[in-house]
């Protein structure tokens, strides 16, 4: 009796071996997110290199049949696997509209047209409560509704509809910030990082500053400084980059306890691109 048992136990190894690879086999990929930028001239979307600024093409999005140029930030949606993204402010780039893509097709639907020139632009964006939440920039709104400030944050509804507006206070006082108006979650998720200049403002969702960095220059080339910091972005692993208006990439130091910080240069990429938008997305997306 004994080959007998043994042969029925080896053919019941074998069927487990297979059947354990078939398993595997069905295990959906693991896709990873990369760091994406956008050229807002050309509409061309390009993976970035956080180690030393390279690029590489990855395609780009369309809107009634045309590539989509002149957004301004980008942010992609897990709860629903869609992109959502803002326009810059001018007539020839859609005028502050806001717009929701599909990763399938990358064809972008407009879901807020800014009709009424509301704002000049939401120039930063990130998902909050399964809402838009971005900076802004009023413009005709803040006449309409008397308000004493022109900058803030803004909630909006996944289908583009308004929710809410905060303005940033430092106690009684209105904080006004424009140049740069990039949005990132602080590390703790529980603060908001906005940029201005040569600044991070640190801030809760109810507007409330609480800290404002100054940041030192690292590693510029002679002659060239930090101007006006347009979109910032945590890496998978926590570190925060940032772009600014004369095109320089690098990676943002927040040192914890201390008011002082530092943006030190990697690269500065090229100077034919306007480059916004640096945001983390599934890698599958451009396939």
């Known amino acids: 009796m004994k080959p007998l048992v043994l042969k029925i136990l080896g ?15 069905d295990d959906p990929p693991v896709i990873n997110d990369i760091m994406m930028v956008y050229d807002s001239e050309t509409g061309l979307f390009s993976s970035i290199d956080i180690s030393d600024g390279s690029l590489v093409a990855l395609g780009s999005v369309t809107y009634q049949g045309e590539i989509l140029a002149g957004l301004r930030d980008i942010v992609f949606n897990p709860n629903n696997d869609l992109i959502y993204a803002s326009a810059r402010a001018n007539s020839d780039t859609h005028n502050g509209a806001i717009f929701s ?62 929710v809410s507006e905060t303005p940033l206070m430092d106690g009684n006082e209105t904080v006004h910030f424009s140049d740069g108006m990039g949005i ?20 809760d969702f109810q507007g409330d500053v609480k800290e404002v960095i100054d940041l030192d220059e690292i590693n510029f080339p002679l002659e060239e400084s930090l101007d006006g910091i347009r979109t910032i972005k945590r890496s998978e692993d926590g570190v925060l980059y940032g772009i600014d208006r004369d095109n320089h990439f690098g990676r943002i130091n927040l040192t914890v306890g201390s008011p002082v910080g530092s943006f030190t240069y990697i ?21």
């Open 101 to 162: 893509i599909d990763p399938t097709t990358l064809v972008a639907t407009m879901i807020n047209s800014n009709e009424d020139d509301d704002w000049y632009a939401v120039p930063g964006i990130e998902i909050y409560n399964n809402q838009i939440l971005g900076t802004v920039y009023w413009d005709e709104y803040d006449n309409a509704n008397n308000l004493d400030y022109n900058t803030g944050l803004i909630t909006l509804n996944l289908d583009g509809s308004f």
């Open 11 to 25: 053919l019941f190894l074998i069927f487990s071996v297979v059947t354990a690879c078939s398993d595997d086999d």
């Open 267 to 287: 690269t500065t990429l090229p100077e034919s691109g306007r480059y916004v938008g640096l945001t983390l997305i599934p890698e599958n997306i451009f396939e």
């Open 184 to 203: 990132e979650y602080a590390v703790t998720g529980d603060e908001l990082l906005v940029t201005d200049y040569d600044e991070i403002i640190v801030t």
